[in-house]
């Protein structure tokens, strides 16, 4: 075991750098807004409704799922056919 003044690894100082703080920024910045436009094409929820990102995924799935049963049914759903909730989850809560 050394007792001397360690010395930061490279790797460290690089994962703090302005540039890579930026670049996560610009990201997280882009995801936020990524998520934000699939929960906008969703229909029947809100504007101002606030939902989680994996409620976002699941409802996007679940009604990608949905619209794909419509299409393999060749759009013959009738209006009198009830969504289980496992099929389509409405998105408010």
Not at 20 to 45: D, G, I, K, T
Not at 70 to 93: F, N, S, W
Request: glycine residues 4%; charged residues 20%.
């Amino acid at each position: 075991v050394r007792s001397g003044p360690t010395i930061p690894s490279r790797a460290c100082k690089t994962q703090n750098s302005p540039e890579n703080a930026a670049r996560e920024r610009s990201r997280v910045r882009n995801l936020r807004q990524a998520f934000h436009s699939l929960q906008a094409a969703l229909p029947s929820v809100p504007p101002d409704t606030k939902l989680s990102k994996l409620d976002v995924l699941v409802l996007a799935t679940n009604y990608i799922a949905h619209l794909t049963k419509i299409l393999d049914h060749g759009g013959m759903l009738g209006d009198h056919t009830i969504l289980q909730r496992a099929e389509y989850l409405h998105p408010v809560k």
